[in-house]
């Protein structure tokens, strides 16, 4: 441990703001400059091309907190779904994974009860709760895990790497996902400050059930982000105000996670107490899984006919890169391939031999893809209803279609109408021929 003078208590009335910018961090897959939350949505067939929002798995908001006082750890506070938390004892000590609000008691940690904290660095540490409550009917009631890696205006270095925040791990405390082999994305608000001495740099992994990390996403570096916006926040107790702390919404993922639970894990990895002051809140876990929907592109044809059949993989709103999924349709029997396939999905790769049952597709969206599409032409020597639907479906990482139907019937069988229609006005005489045969 070492200490040194800690920056930011000691600034003026601007001193929560950034002073200094670096470059932008956001990357493919790390940190997606999107809009604020997504609205709880659950993917649905029928849309191809059209996105539609990712659904929330879990989201803790750190405010199932009875009374302000005393103040708690973050391995102190249950959530209100029952979830514990923990955390290393560095990212548990000083001012750090303290479970804040600007509406809790201005000396709260003191000499008697959490001395390793202090007036100075809790009252800073309350302005940043309340940054990150900010927009919200009630800021001064934001409960934020805060940390300030310091105590009473002194820095204190927590080391690195470090786990800041993890839920439980032990089987049968993971976070339950919706299934096996899904795209699970993450956000959560990040507020910064201190940024012109050591940054916060952050990552996460997913867990099994084993505890053993899997990479959410890549590490960030919140300042400079462009993602960030300053909140006007007032003084408290020895931290005086007006004056602004910046926030962001942050992304993490989106990752292919075979395991049907997962715990949540943050690591920060910078080692210096200098800066690297920060607090963070709404921890959301997302399935992002893309959807896949088939269509023939044809409702009726004859035997024989080649008739087009089109896969859509559509990406979630969010748009984050989703590489790796992969599915096989096994082709209603007496339904075979009937020529090549094409895809613009990236790195997209079709095995569908001529004369197959069988569809294999692997490939990726990438960042800010709405949907990439496979299409091929399939046949039926033998008349009948071909229903393709989901039990025909294998797939990782991608939501089941719907039934997709063609009925295969000799061309006398048809409607005259639609017989017209479908072979269109180069066919007309064709048809006004078989009309005659079939009224006469
Ligand atoms: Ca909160
Ligand atoms: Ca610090």
Not at 147 to 172: L, N, W
Request: proline content about 9%; glycine content about 12%.
């Amino acid at each position: 441990m070492s200490t040194r003078q800690e920056m930011l208590p000691t600034r003026g009335g601007k001193r929560f703001r950034a002073a200094r910018r670096t470059a932008a961090v956001v990357t493919a897959g790390a940190a997606v400059a999107v809009g604020a939350g997504f609205p709880l949505a659950a993917a649905s067939p029928g849309t191809p091309g059209t996105p539609q929002a990712p659904s929330t798995i879990y989201l803790e908001d750190f405010q199932n907190v009875a009374s302000p006082a005393p103040v708690l750890r973050l391995n102190q506070y249950t959530g209100a779904n029952g979830q514990s938390y923990f955390a290393d004892p560095a990212w548990l000590s000083n001012c750090n994974g303290l479970v804040t609000s600007f509406g809790q008691d201005p000396n709260a940690p003191g000499p008697t009860s959490m001395s390793d904290c202090g007036p100075v660095t809790w009252n800073g540490s309350q302005q940043i709760a309340y940054a990150l409550g900010g927009g919200s009917a009630n800021p001064a009631g934001n409960y934020a895990i805060t940390a300030a890696t310091g105590h009473d205006g002194v820095a204190v270095d927590p080391g690195a790497p470090k786990v800041e925040f993890q839920t439980g791990f032990q089987a049968g405390r993971n976070i339950a996902l919706p299934g096996k082999n899904r795209f699970l994305l993450l956000s959560y608000d990040v507020a910064v400050e201190g940024c012109q001495a050591a940054h916060p740099f952050l990552y996460w992994n997913l867990l099994d059930t084993a505890g053993t990390p899997s990479p959410l996403g890549v590490q960030i570096d919140p300042c400079g982000s462009p993602v960030l916006h300053p909140v006007t926040v007032p003084g408290i107790g020895t931290a005086p105000g007006p004056g602004t702390i910046d926030v962001g919404t942050f992304y993490a993922g989106a990752t292919l996670y075979a395991g049907d639970s997962a715990g949540l894990q943050l690591v920060n990895n910078q080692p210096s107490g200098g800066g690297n002051d920060h607090a963070f809140d709404n921890v959301k876990l997302m399935d992002a899984t893309p959807q896949l929907d088939k269509s023939f592109d044809l409702s009726r044809a004859q035997p024989g006919q080649a008739v087009p059949l089109t896969f859509t993989i559509t990406n979630t709103s969010e748009l984050a890169a989703k590489n790796g999924w992969s599915f096989t349709d096994t082709l209603p029997l007496g339904l075979v391939v009937a020529g090549a396939a094409g895809t613009n999905c990236p790195s997209g790769v079709v095995t569908a031999p001529n004369g197959s049952s069988s569809i294999s597709v692997t490939g990726n969206l990438d960042l800010g893809m709405a949907s990439c599409t496979v299409t091929l032409n399939v046949t039926a020597a033998q008349d009948g209803n071909y229903t393709n639907g989901p039990g025909n479906i294998t797939a990782v990482g991608l939501n089941p279609p719907a039934d997709t139907t063609v009925q295969v019937v000799p061309m006398m069988s048809w409607p005259v109408g639609l017989a017209a229609a479908v072979l269109g006005s180069g066919a007309w005489l064709l048809g006004r021929r078989k009309e005659e045969v079939i009224t006469s």
